[in-house]
């Protein structure tokens, strides 16, 4: 359980934070940053579910939560003999969002171009988290290949799937994609 007293703490004022065990590290290292980019992840969510139905609503709802269970996960760096087993990305989580996307998948029509991130004002939002959780799948990236970082792959998993849901979602919110708006390639050249 968490439980804070204080919002601030002045622990930071140097540039650095600590992790969930403990562990102090600069603001500017790969885990802080991909910790971050997370955080703002669920806040595009956040913005998203200002437009969405009550069922993507509901679905965003299960996401956010998610995604501070793979903060936890990511602020808690894997050791080898943990004490107490630190709170980790499971594959069921995924397995949820693979659900997802393919029932909404089978009930869009197929592609036929890659689209712009337009649409309705829900679509959009939409889209516009799907970037941001494709940027904190990066920086999770960024951090496995850091030497000396054991990170639960499971993370970068579920942050792929993830902005492929809310890929998925913008279609939905873009009258079950009859609203996409298409890229026409080369439209704008003269000649």
Not at 84 to 99: C, G, K, M, T
């Amino acid at each position: 359980m968490v439980k804070l007293d204080k919002i601030y703490t002045r622990g930071g004022d140097h540039g650095e934070t600590s992790l969930g065990d403990g562990t102090r590290l600069s603001k500017a290292a790969a885990r802080v940053i991909a910790l971050g980019e997370v955080d703002e992840a669920n806040a595009a969510i956040g913005l998203a579910r200002l437009e969405a139905n009550a069922s993507v609503d509901a679905i965003l709802a299960r996401v956010q939560n998610d995604l501070f269970d793979l903060g936890a996960d990511l602020c808690t760096p894997i050791r080898d003999e943990e004490e107490v087993p630190a709170l980790r990305v499971v594959a069921s989580q995924i397995d949820w969002l693979e659900a997802q996307i393919d029932a909404l998948t089978a009930a869009l029509p197929p592609l036929t171009s890659f689209i712009l991130p337009a649409g309705s004002p829900a679509a959009t939002r939409l889209h516009f988290a799907r970037t941001v959780a494709r940027r904190a799948e990066r920086a999770v990236v960024q951090l496995l290949e850091a030497p000396d970082e054991a990170v639960n792959r499971l993370v970068l998993i579920y942050l792929n799937r993830l902005s492929d849901l809310l890929f998925v979602l913008a279609r939905a919110a873009n009258g079950m994609g009859g609203m996409d708006v298409l890229w026409l390639p080369a439209a704008s050249r003269k000649g």
